[in-house]
């Protein structure tokens, strides 16, 4: 009971301004709905037990979280203290401290909410909100602090006096709070503001106001704490996290030739001196041995898995593929279901027909085979080792180890026919 570390994720609000039929926090970077990142990267920062308080379009919301979560359910979206208020009971009989996020701010680092949780409990602090220095802080709220630098409110843009618009340290609207307090401090808020709602910010003047110290952490990256509002800031995110993903692999020794058109989505491994070229796209999940070639102009779909000295060349799109060693797909296939041994070298515009409007069949493809360019591999089908297509080939049947197939209409020569 002592040490609980508990989180909320706030999901209720609108979200207007997505001009979207569907809730903004369902919206997705890279595969992955924005408001499931908010709740993984509290998971990743250790934080198990964790409330969502969801409320406009909450069934679409709850689809996506799943049970990952507990729900509070805001009836009324009254403001973002009203919505913790929603999650009580949650709170209610514990000690220890409780993470509040705004579920639209999905680009956080787990070790920034380690560092938050952190320096609240070695400073003893009642409330630890993060914070960030911004050129433009227009739209945030403004942390308003004393001569000695302690926090003494967090002012909403509405709520500033001239002076206090030009404050450049804004709240990015994650905080961690001691469970006790905020409880206490919850039944005190009031809508007196200029939006008439209840702000979890006023919770800082609160305790202050008895004494309990506060305090923040000054985020280092100011990309983390960016919200989504529109789609407009969809792209922004989109483009940072793309830049975080693809400036990791370059660290691990992943040569990518052009970092603006290279999109590699989340939990992606790949081997040292793998080279990517442009226009590459590597969805999750998909891992990559080393000194491979990829792209350009490629599409790794999900479940691929390529060994070492791999090459999947341009125009090609590859899902579910298991491909060994020193293989080549070098020029316009599609690969599906397939597994393909060590060394072949699949033909330009090799296809494999995996579906027949119903079912997805699978292809395997022996070591050191040959497929000849423009062939059809109609599944389910199996290739032996040492096999060879001849080009044009439609493959409806199995071919033995080291057997020649060739499966095409013979060649006739109608002579001088021309010359009529
Ligand atoms: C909030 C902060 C502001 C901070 C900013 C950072 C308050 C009063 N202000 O403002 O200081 O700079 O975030 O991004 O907290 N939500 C609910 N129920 C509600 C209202 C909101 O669940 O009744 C949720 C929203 O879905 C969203 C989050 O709370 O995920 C933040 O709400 P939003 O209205 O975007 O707050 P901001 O005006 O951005
Ligand atoms: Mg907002």
């Known amino acids: 009971m002592e040490n609980n570390i508990m989180a909320i994720v706030m999901a209720a609000g609108k979200g207007t301004r997505m001009k979207s039929k569907k809730s903004k926090l369902v919206q997705k970077i890279y595969g992955k709905e924005i408001v499931k990142r908010a709740v993984e990267n509290a998971k990743k920062a ?37 919505a913790v208020m929603q999650a009580k009971k949650f709170l209610e009989g514990k000690r220890g401290k409780v993470l509040v996020l705004n579920g639209d701010v999905p680009l956080i680092r787990p070790e920034t909410l380690n560092k938050l949780i952190e320096k609240s409990i070695e400073n003893k602090e009642y409330a630890t909100l993060l914070t960030a220095i911004y050129d433009n802080p227009t739209g945030y709220g403004r942390i308003v602090r004393d001569e000695g630098g302690n926090i003494e409110a967090i002012v909403e843009e509405k709520d500033t006096t001239p002076e206090q618009k030009e404050i450049k340290e804004i709240n990015a609207g994650i905080y961690c709070f001691d469970i006790e307090e905020l409880l206490t401090a919850l039944d005190k808020i009031k809508p007196n503001n200029a939006q008439g709602e209840y702000y979890i910010t006023d919770v800082i003047g609160l305790m202050n106001g008895k004494g309990l110290k506060t305090g923040a952490v000054i985020v280092e990256d ?33 040569t990518i030739e052009d970092v603006n058109n290279t999109y590699i989505y989340d939990n992606v491994e790949i081997g040292m001196d793998t080279v990517i070229h442009p226009n590459t796209t590597i969805k999750s999940g998909v891992t990559i041995g080393e000194d491979c070639e990829i792209g350009p102009n490629a599409y790794i779909r999900e479940e691929c898995k390529l060994a070492n000295k791999v090459k999947v060349g341009s125009f090609v799109e590859i899902k579910k593929a298991i491909i060994g060693e020193g293989t080549k797909v070098p020029h316009l296939s599609y690969m599906g279901d397939c597994e393909i041994g060590e060394k072949c070298n699949i033909g330009c515009g090799t296809i494999t027909c995996n579906y027949d409007g119903l079912h997805k069949s699978k292809t395997i493809i022996g070591n050191h085979s040959f497929i000849g360019s423009n062939t059809n591999l109609v599944a389910p089908v199996t290739l032996g080792d040492e096999t060879f297509i001849a080009a044009g080939s439609t493959i409806t049947d199995d071919v033995p180890a080291y057997a020649l197939a060739i499966a095409r209409e013979r060649q006739t020569n109608k002579e001088e026919w021309n010359k009529k």
Request: hydrophobic share 40%; net charge negative.
């Open 222 to 254: 100011n990309t983390e704490i960016l919200g989504i509002n529109d789609r407009i800031q969809l792209e922004m995110l989109t483009k940072v996290l793309q830049m975080r993903i693809n400036t990791e692999h370059m660290k691990n020794g992943v």
């Open 46 to 82: 250790g934080v198990e037990d964790i409330v969502a308080v969801v409320g406009y379009m909450k069934e679409e919301v709850m689809a996506v979280l799943g049970d990952s979560v507990q729900y509070a359910h805001q009836e009324e979206m009254l403001g973002t203290g009203h």
